[in-house]
Structure formats: C-alpha cells, structure tokens
C-alpha cells in the first residue's frame, strides 16, 4: 500500500509546497498533519532529496526537520561582492605619512614625531589594508616593534621605492610646506622640533 | 459619490411597496445591500433584471423603469445624489425622444445615437464589474500560492576599497610638518622671568590715580617694555600682555574706566572716581 | 555562444539558487549582476520554469520579476493560513479592472468608464496594496497623471504580463476597451463628473 502512495506524485508536489513555503523547518509528525493516513513520509523525503540532489536547491536534514537550502557549493557565486569605498581617515594618512618618512620607526617614536597618541585602531587599519607591516624591533628598552611600509603600499601610490618620495625640500617647493605665520618668538632656535622636552605649564592669563 | 439614499429606498417598507407596484422589484433590489456604484451601476442592475442580452436591451423600458425608481425615491423624500437626477433627466429626454421620433437639431446626436452611446456604455460598465470578478476569482498570493517561507539571506561580500593617493599623502605629511612648527610646544632655552597678571594688577593700584584724569596706559609698563617687545624679548612681552590684562580686569570691576579713540591707538584709563578731561 | 552558457548546468543551478533564496523576486538584471557576462537569462529562466511546471513549486514570472511559488492547485491541501486581507469593496475591485483593462488611465477616464465619481479613498486602497501606481501624465489640459498595475498586481493575481488578463482578447475584439466618450450625461460640460450642475437644474430644464 505504501508502495503506490510513495509514487504519487501529488504526494510529492504537496510535501515539496509545504516544506518550500514554511518559515521552519518541518518534522517528519508536521508533514503527516496533512497527508493522508498511511503516506510513506521517508520514502517521500527520500525521493524529494534525490530529484533535488543535482540541482541548485537541496533538501536538506537539520536535525528532526526538513527544508530546503540552497546548494553549498553555490555560495561563493551567490555571494554579492559590494566595493564600498572608504577614504582614509586624517590620522591615517598621517600616520601612514609619518611611517613613509621615518621607517623604521616604533609606535611610540610615531606618537612622539606627531605629538598625540595613536588612536587604538589607526595601525591596525593601516596594516590590514595591507599597507604597513612590522618589521624588526628596535633594541631599547620592551623592544619594541618598529613598522615600515610594504610593497602594498609602493604599488597603490605608485612609487617604485620609498625613496621616490619627495624629500622636504621638494615638499617646500611644492607648497606643501608653506609656513603659517607663526610665533617665531616661541621658537627661537627654529627647528629640531622631535627634541623639544614636554610642554612647559600654560601661562595662567586669568590669574587667581 | 454614494448611493445609500438608494439603499435606504430598497430597504424601506412602504417604498419598497411602491417599487414592487412599479414592477421594479427584482432580486438586485432586495440582495444588493451595497447601494449602487452610481446611475450606471444602478441601470446595469436593472438592465440585467431584464434578463436579455445587453445588446438587445430595450432602452424605452430601461429608462422607464429608472425614472420610476427615482420617483419613488423622490416621493419617500430621499436626497438623490445629483448624478442620478442628471441621469434621470437624460433618460426622460431620451424616451420621449425615442417615442416621438422627430429629426434632430442639426447640433444633437440623434435619439439612436445616444441610446446606442448607453447601450455602449452599460456593456463596458459591465464587462469591467465582471473583470473585477474575474480577477477577483484566480487564485492569489498570500491567499491560494505562497512565496519561500525561508529566503535565505544572499551573503554579501563587502570589499573596502581604501582611497589615497600620492597627493594626499603628501599633502598629510606636508600638514603634519606644518603644524610642527605652527603648534610646537613652547620651547624656552633659557629660564625667562615672566610678568604676572597679579604684579600687573598691584602696579597699577599702587601708582592709579597719582595723576588726575585720563592716562596713557604705556605709564603703567615697566621700564623699557615697548623697547624689549620690539626686540622680541619674552619678558617685555609678558608685561605688555599682563598689563593689558589687569587693565581689563580693573575696568571689569568698575574701578577704573578705558578709552581707545582708535583702532591701534593709544589706550587711556582713569579712575572712575576721578575727574578730568577728555584726552 | 549562448548556446554552450544556456546549456551550462551550472548557470542553471545558480539561477536556480537565488531566486529560491530571495522571497521576493528577481529581474532579469538582478540575476544578469551574478552571472558570467553573456549567460542567455532568459534562455535559463524559461528552461527552469519548464522543470518544474509539473512540480509542487512554480517559477512564476510577474512582470519585470521572477519568483518561485507553490502551485495554486495545492492551495487547498496545503492547509495554510491565509493572510486575511481586508476585503476590497466593489468599487475598488471594478476600479482595478478598469485600471488593468484601460491602462494607462487617468482618473477622469475611470470616472467616466463607472459613471461615478471615485470616492476619496479608492485609488488609495490600490495604491496602498501596491497593485497601481501613477506613471506619466496625459497630454490633455491639466496633465492629468495616468494610472497603471504595478508587477506585484500581477504577481498577486498570478498573471505574468498585462496581456494574460482574462478575456483580454475577447473584451478588445468587442470593442468594450475603447476609450469612446461617455454619453453627455455623465459629463455635461465635457469634462469630469466634478462639474456636474446642481440637482435641481438638470431635472427640469425647461421650468421657470
């Protein structure tokens, strides 16, 4: 008896709608709610997952319920590529300016060089962009890592070496380095700024 | 537009009554507890009460029987929306016309041309209500077919495309030198007395109002301020910047008043309570 | 070329795969955005639907969209919840028709095929449901935007294109989707039902 019930093929069709149009996964006891007595329901999960075997859809087994999936081996061709383009954030640019520059050079010398800390995820993206890596370490004190840029890096901005990148003077006639006007009278010696000792206290203008 | 005065005929008694005298009752009457989409749905359903095919649908009775349903709302003193009174008055012309068959005015359309323009009218009314149960009766979403109870979520693959260029690199590198000059910390290479706002305040309290009247404010600098700012000495600029200050904090308090007779001109104080001439 | 691609298995699988992953459906340039360039999507789309005509699940197409759906048939045996929709009042259901039948129409024209005003609310309903929308405007004093079904109308009533309305062919051939001009009555001063005079007037014309 089961043998013709089996083969019919709106038996079929029907557990085929059933489990395509439910939000779950359906037990074997689901199915037989609203098939006739006496459905042999494993023979007809059986045969739905064979005629599905080839296709892009499966009928897959998740524990006691059934449903349809789409086929695994199709994920990586259904998967949507999305380009999402991002600039760089200011202090990363900067940072990764300051690495071009100064390479090899340590997070701290990093810090020290633009005189704020690096905010926690500005090497991280740096480096996952694949544009700057560690390398070495500088032997003082903790040994820290130092971090120079990659070939990455030369490639994306279209440099051959590191050294095609325009040194200072190059900068100033390029107007990259036009000076504000600034209070000479702070600085009366004009330059070595990296050696400069911490920020003296503020002048307190408003008095006690 | 409604037709519920309509519906209030067909359910009341006593029109109902009149309506059964003139032979209107029919089925649609009685059933039909929507009201009428309009004269035209109204015609319709008597028109189909006539039981014949539409083409062949007798207008003269059509309109009498119309005209009869009306005047039986009229005469329940139910409000008719107007297009059943425009409607009405059409259809009375219409029979008389149909009638009394006479030539038309050369500007009219002839009495079969405007019963073949309702026979027409009546037919697409009538086609499109039973499109409506045409459609109405196929099997529809949600209700006879479903779509996938579990659509799967189609993986994204998202791929950050990081923007820089040569330019901006530099331009960053170039920013960041410039404002290690512009903003370097205060570097002294030497320890340098500065003046004070507090030894600005007490000078000026020790020496205000030794002369009456309004003063330059230079008389309150220390000695050879103006000369050592022109150089560049620290010093000198901190006397000339404290002094400034405690000016102002001294006319904040009302003690002295300030005068500035031009933009960069000299600045001149006096005690409030002191007299004297404008400068 | 197309040949060898619309023969390819694997382009079918992967169509296959994501109009049954999406509940909504797909069009042809959706699915166009994951596929080889030169893959016959038609080709493939009508290659699927013809696999599982005779299956419990339907590839259906509404208009520009595509989608698998139960087979109406196994409506009643598959014992699910209808979604109860509040039910359309006859005037929205002939407004529809006539939209579907008349398309593009504008309002004045629907008024005129219904000899009736539409009240407030109708075409509201139907754009509500999704079934129409504006779309152009007709070239007549005033611009009056024209009205027409939206592929989720057709998707709802199961018709892959406007043409497949019922008795499309026969109302034509009638005659009866001609945009003839209403009889005078309906219109007095050639334009909507809106400038209809008031009652009193029209009743008689000939009194005092």
């Known amino acids: 008896m089961t043998r013709e019930l089996t083969e019919d093929p709106a038996l079929v069709r029907l557990v085929e709608a059933m489990l395509f149009a439910s939000a779950e996964p359906l037990a074997e006891r689901d199915l037989a709610d609203r098939l006739p007595p006496g459905a042999d329901i494993p023979a007809l999960l059986t045969r739905l997952e064979r005629e599905y075997a080839p296709r892009g859809v499966q009928l897959m087994r998740a524990g006691s319920g059934w449903s349809f999936v789409t086929a695994a081996d199709l994920a990586p061709m259904l998967g949507r590529e999305r380009r999402i383009e991002k600039k760089l954030s200011r202090a990363a640019i900067e940072t990764l300016a300051v690495i071009a520059y100064h390479q090899p050079v340590t997070r701290g010398e990093i810090e020290e060089i633009r005189g704020v800390q690096l905010s926690k995820g500005t ?27 990659t070939d990455a890096f030369l490639r994306h901005f279209g440099l051959a070496t590191t050294r095609e990148l325009p040194n200072l003077d190059e900068l100033r006639a390029a107007g990259l380095l036009d000076a504000r006007p600034a209070i000479r009278v702070l600085q009366p010696d004009g330059g070595g700024a990296e050696e400069i000792p911490p920020a003296a206290e503020p002048l307190d203008p408003d008095g006690a | 537009m409604s037709a519920v005065p309509l519906r209030a005929v067909a359910e009341d008694d006593g029109v109902a009554d009149d309506l ?79 009638l009394l068959p006479e030539p038309p005015a050369p500007d009219e359309p002839s009495s079969d041309a405007m019963a073949a323009a309702l026979a027409f009218q009546l037919r697409r009314m009538d086609a499109m209500r039973e499109a409506g149960k045409g459609l109405m009766v196929r099997p529809q979403f949600g209700r006879d077919f479903w779509a996938r109870g579990r659509p799967e979520a189609i993986p994204e693959r998202i791929s950050v495309v990081v923007k820089a260029d040569l330019g901006s690199l530099l331009q960053a590198y170039g920013r960041h030198l410039r404002r290690r000059r512009g903003e370097a910390p205060l570097a002294l290479s030497e320890p340098v007395k500065l003046d004070s706002i507090e030894a600005a305040l007490s000078r000026i309290l020790q020496s205000l109002g030794q002369a009456p009247g309004w003063e330059s404010l230079a008389r309150y600098l220390p000695e050879g301020t103006l000369a050592g700012v022109r150089e560049g000495s620290l010093a000198a600029c901190s006397s000339l910047a404290a002094t400034f200050g405690a000016v102002l904090e001294l006319a904040r308090q009302g003690i002295i008043v300030l005068r500035q007779n031009q933009p960069f001109g000299p600045i001149y104080l006096k005690p409030v309570s002191g007299e004297g001439e404008r400068p």
């Open chain 1, 123 to 149: 090497l991280d993206a740096l480096f996952e962009y694949g544009w700057i890596e560690p390398r070495g370490r500088r032997e003082t004190p903790g040994r820290p890592a130092t971090w120079m840029t």
């Open chain 2, 20 to 98: 059964a005298a003139d032979s209107l009752r029919s089925d649609a009457f009685v059933v039909d507890v929507d009201g009428w989409e309009g004269p035209l749905d109204l015609l319709l359903t008597l028109a189909r009460a006539q039981k014949v095919d539409l083409r062949r649908i007798s207008i003269v009775a059509l309109a009498d029987q119309y005209l009869a349903y009306v005047a039986a709302a009229r005469r329940a003193s139910l409000e008719l929306a107007a297009e059943y009174l425009v409607m009405a008055a059409w259809l009375a012309e219409l029979k008389s016309r149909l």
